[in-house]
């Protein structure tokens, strides 16, 4: 496997338009600490979502190279666990102060390649580094506990890398949820092999070659691509220990369960379905505004995206000035100035979009706001679904049953927060939900009798930050929870625990008779 000298996503200068990309360049896979040209006789075309011009072509990392991935990150493993924890601390910091130096760079590889605006591509480089830099200071939740259990006797217990651990990256965030993983796997001591998605893996690669500047020796962070055969290369390889997933339900169950089978962690976020219940008392500019940022920004392919509104009582009356909100927001390139939404990131999600809204229509749903066939002038072959906003729906519907992904905003209406609680609890999924209201009472109800795991009380988005954890509940998260990402939980689900038992008895040196009995 030969080393290259540059690689697509590595060169020095970076795409501000999306008119920048020449001469399209492979990716490659990072073994090593290098950029290695892959041998694939197999490639995902990857392709600007606002132009469908070719960006860069994917290999599916061949067996070979699959292997050499865990073999470095193997060999790796022994030397990089026996550091101490503040060297590995001195190179997050650099980690994240490089993150940060290129933070445009990297957010102009996401809008490239996921389509997501400028602005809220820097957003997602944030969050990632949010939890980089948290990660720098786990050296103090990195201690153990020490009991002395009886006379003479003491219990210590410690904390240990697991070893060779593994992520699988959706492509929604390209940079954060990389993020998620490569700074608590690594300062923990552990060894990472990544496959980033296939739509957009240019962000995770610079990533990784920052992670070789900042000093993370050889074979500490590996990537791979591909598509569904390196995510079963990763589950059933045994030199892998923990497997992390972020993504669908149709992949993240299957990954769950394989993983498990297979002896390994699984921490797996899957999809959503989030609802909001506005109440008439509510700052309802506030809400108003909150609801349509959070349902077409990002294009509405954010886990978190606030995709189904539950209008209790006279707020069914509001519909019309959300839809004038969602008129006002700007669908563009993401390097256009001023664009508020991007495009959709395949073709083929565009059409899943356009089929669901077609079914709503047919299933008796009113399409308030219909965003087919808009497309912005300069860009006309691009992915594109304006806000769309389906009023009426009832829960049987196709609208309200799936994960739509895309930018639009299904209403439902219920008369008391009693019914807007049944029916969002009803919901199989569970990651996140938000309640508009200025009655602390109603608020308070909704928070403890809601099973969403992540509640926003006038909040529309509410993802933690890194201090806590990313605690999606119910269909959205596999495992019933147990695992999740960052936070404590991510560094518990990134060591396991030692516990040493020893006995130092005074009177050793001189004891004559041998105890036959167990400790009582
Ligand atoms: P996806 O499941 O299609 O892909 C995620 C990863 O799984 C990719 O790396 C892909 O290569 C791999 N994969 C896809 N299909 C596979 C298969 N059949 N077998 C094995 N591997 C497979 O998800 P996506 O479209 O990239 O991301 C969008 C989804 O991710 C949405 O459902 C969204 O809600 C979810 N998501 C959840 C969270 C969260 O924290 N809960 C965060 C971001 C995204």
């Given at each position: 496997?030969?080393?290259?000298?540059?690689?697509?996503?590595?060169?020095?200068?970076?795409?501000?338009?999306?008119?920048?990309?020449?001469?399209?360049?492979?990716?490659?896979?990072?073994?090593?600490?290098?950029?290695?040209?892959?041998?694939?006789?197999?490639?995902?075309?990857?392709?600007?979502?606002?132009?469908?011009?070719?960006?860069?072509?994917?290999?599916?990392?061949?067996?070979?190279?699959?292997?050499?991935?865990?073999?470095?990150?193997?060999?790796?493993?022994?030397?990089?666990?026996?550091?101490?924890?503040?060297?590995?601390?001195?190179?997050?910091?650099?980690?994240?102060?490089?993150?940060?130096?290129?933070?445009?760079?990297?957010?102009?590889s996401i809008t490239l390649e996921q389509g997501k605006t400028l602005a809220d591509a820097r957003g997602d480089v944030?969050?990632?580094?949010?939890?980089?830099?948290?990660?720098?200071?786990?050296?103090?939740?990195?201690?153990?506990?020490?009991?002395?259990?009886?006379?003479?006797?003491?219990?210590?217990?410690?904390?240990?890398?697991?070893?060779?651990?593994?992520?699988?990256?959706?492509?929604?965030?390209?940079?954060?949820?990389?993020?998620?993983?490569?700074?608590?796997?690594?300062?923990?001591?552990?060894?990472?092999?990544?496959?980033?998605?296939?739509?957009?893996?240019?962000?995770?690669?610079?990533?990784?070659?920052?992670?070789?500047?900042?000093?993370?020796?050889?074979?500490?962070?590996?990537?791979?691509?591909?598509?569904?055969?390196t995510v079963d290369f990763i589950l059933d390889e045994p030199r892998i220990k923990a497997v992390s997933f972020v993504?669908?339900?149709?992949?993240?169950?299957?990954?769950?369960?394989?993983?498990?089978?297979?002896?390994?962690?699984?921490?797996?976020?899957?999809?959503?379905?989030?609802?909001?219940?506005?109440?008439?008392?509510?700052?309802?500019?506030?809400?108003?505004?909150?609801?349509?940022?959070?349902?077409?920004?990002?294009?509405?392919?954010?886990?978190?995206?606030?995709?189904?509104?539950?209008?209790?009582?006279?707020?069914?009356?509001?519909?019309?000035?959300?839809?004038?909100?969602?008129?006002?927001?700007?669908?563009?390139?993401?390097?256009?100035?001023?664009?508020?939404?991007?495009?959709?990131?395949?073709?083929?999600?565009?059409?899943?979009?356009?089929?669901?809204?077609?079914?709503?229509?047919?299933?008796?749903?009113?399409?308030?706001?219909?965003?087919?066939?808009?497309?912005?002038?300069?860009?006309?072959?691009?992915?594109?679904?304006?806000?769309?906003?389906?009023?009426?729906?009832?829960?049987?519907?196709?609208?309200?049953?799936?994960?739509?992904?895309?930018?639009?905003?299904?209403?439902?209406?219920?008369?008391?927060?009693?019914?807007?609680?049944?029916?969002?609890?009803?919901?199989?999924?569970?990651?996140?939900?938000?309640?508009?209201?200025?009655?602390?009472?109603?608020?308070?109800?909704?928070?403890?009798?809601?099973?969403?795991?992540?509640?926003?009380?006038?909040?529309?988005?509410?993802?933690?930050?890194?201090?806590?954890?990313?605690?999606?509940?119910?269909?959205?998260?596999?495992?019933?929870?147990?695992?999740?990402?960052?936070?404590?939980?991510?560094?518990?689900?990134?060591?396991?625990?030692?516990?040493?038992?020893?006995?130092?008895?005074?009177?050793?040196?001189?004891?004559?008779?041998?105890?036959?009995?167990?400790?009582?």
């Open positions: 496997l030969k080393p290259a000298a540059t690689a697509a996503s590595t060169a020095d200068s970076y795409p501000l338009n999306h008119d920048q990309i020449q001469s399209p360049k492979d990716t490659q896979n990072f073994l090593d600490n290098k950029f290695v040209p892959s041998q694939a006789t197999q490639w995902i075309d990857l392709h600007d979502p606002a132009t469908n011009n070719l960006v860069t072509r994917v290999p599916q990392s061949t067996d070979a190279e699959l292997l050499a991935a865990v073999d470095s990150a193997e060999k790796a493993f022994k030397p990089w666990k026996e550091t101490s924890l503040l060297h590995r601390q001195q190179i997050l910091f650099k980690y994240t102060a490089l993150i940060r130096e290129n933070w445009d760079r990297l957010a102009a944030l969050r990632g580094l949010q939890v980089a830099e948290t990660a720098c200071g786990i050296t103090t939740q990195m201690t153990g506990e020490v009991l002395e259990v009886a006379k003479d006797m003491e219990t210590r217990s410690y904390r240990e890398p697991l070893g060779v651990v593994a992520a699988i990256c959706p492509f929604n965030f390209p940079a954060m949820i990389p993020l998620w993983s490569i700074p608590i796997a690594t300062v923990t001591g552990n060894t990472l092999v990544i496959k980033p998605s296939e739509r957009d893996p240019g962000a995770c690669m610079i990533l990784a070659e920052l992670a070789e500047k900042a000093g993370f020796p050889a074979g500490v962070v590996n990537i791979v691509h591909g598509a569904a055969k993504g669908s339900n149709k992949a993240g169950e299957y990954i769950f369960s394989r993983a498990s089978a297979n002896g390994k962690r699984c921490q797996a976020n899957l999809g959503a379905k989030n609802h909001a219940a506005v109440l008439p008392d509510c700052n309802k500019n506030h809400a108003l505004n909150a609801i349509a940022g959070a349902a077409f920004g990002a294009a509405g392919q954010r886990c978190m995206a606030l995709s189904t509104l539950v209008m209790v009582g006279e707020t069914k009356e509001w519909v019309a000035e959300i839809a004038d909100r969602a008129k006002a927001l700007q669908m563009n390139g993401g390097f256009e100035e001023g664009a508020d939404l991007g495009p959709v990131i395949t073709p083929q999600a565009k059409k899943r979009i356009e089929d669901i809204i077609a079914t709503a229509e047919k299933e008796g749903a009113t399409i308030l706001l219909d965003g087919r066939g808009q497309k912005p002038a300069k860009y006309p072959n691009g992915n594109w679904v304006g806000p769309t906003i389906i009023a009426n729906v009832k829960p049987h519907m196709t609208c309200y049953k799936e994960e739509i992904f895309g930018p639009v905003l299904v209403c439902l209406n219920v008369e008391t927060i009693d019914e807007a609680i049944e029916l969002i609890n009803a919901n199989e999924y569970g990651n996140g939900t938000a309640i508009f209201t200025r009655s602390g009472a109603t608020a308070g109800k909704f928070q403890r009798e809601i099973e969403a795991g992540q509640v926003g009380i006038n909040v529309p988005i509410p993802v933690p930050l890194p201090m806590f954890s990313f605690t999606g509940n119910k269909k959205s998260i596999a495992g019933g929870g147990a695992s999740t990402f960052y936070g404590k939980p991510g560094l518990q689900f990134y060591t396991q625990q030692k516990t040493v038992t020893s006995l130092w008895r005074s009177e050793d040196a001189v004891a004559t008779k041998a105890s036959v009995n167990m400790p009582t």
